[in-house]
Structures are given as C-alpha cells and as structure tokens.
C-alpha cells in the first residue's frame, strides 16, 4: 500500500506529538518522493512538526517552498517563529 496524504498528515502528527524529529525527517523524504509536498494540508503538518520539535529553519524552507498557503500555513509559521525564540521574525512575516 502507497502512503497518500491522509496517511502522512498522520503519522506527522505522531512525530509531532512525540517530538520525533528524526522521524519526521525521514517521512518528509517519503512526501517529497510520493509528490505529496504540494498538497497544501501535508505542507502545513511539515510546517507544524518542524516548529514543534524545534527546527524552525527546517520549517521555513517548507513554508518558503509551498506553493499554495492558507491561514494555517501562516499561523502555524508565525507561532513556530515565536515559540522558538524568534519573535521580531514572526511580526515580521505578519
């Protein structure tokens, strides 16, 4: 069976919640070979974990690199800035 976006949404939220960065890396290579990382909810849970686990610069480049954002990509970009200490940066990107 071939993961599909709901299966990484998943499993990222599982990283995120046992703050498994390592892991997390490893799914986010399996989205980008299953072309998943243009779908704008799996983007978002990237953007999340990254933040989460306390790889803000890791969440940047996914944010920078969607294409398409909605307010939880912005929201979830902006909190990941301010808990990870860099504030001016989260007003900023407001």
């Known amino acids: 069976m071939i993961p599909d976006r709901f299966t990484f949404v998943q499993v990222l939220l599982a990283c995120t919640a046992l703050q498994r960065l390592e ?4 799914i986010h290579q399996q989205i980008i070979h299953g072309a998943c990382e243009s779908d704008v909810y799996v983007s978002n849970c990237l953007v999340d974990m990254y933040c989460k686990c306390g790889s803000v610069e890791e969440a940047q480049m996914v944010f920078d690199r969607m294409a398409t954002r909605n307010v939880v990509s912005w929201g979830s970009m902006i909190f990941g800035l301010v808990k990870c200490g860099q504030a001016q940066k989260g007003l900023d990107l407001f």
Do not use: A, D, F
Request: charged share 25%.
């Open 23 to 26: 892991h997390g890396r490893q």
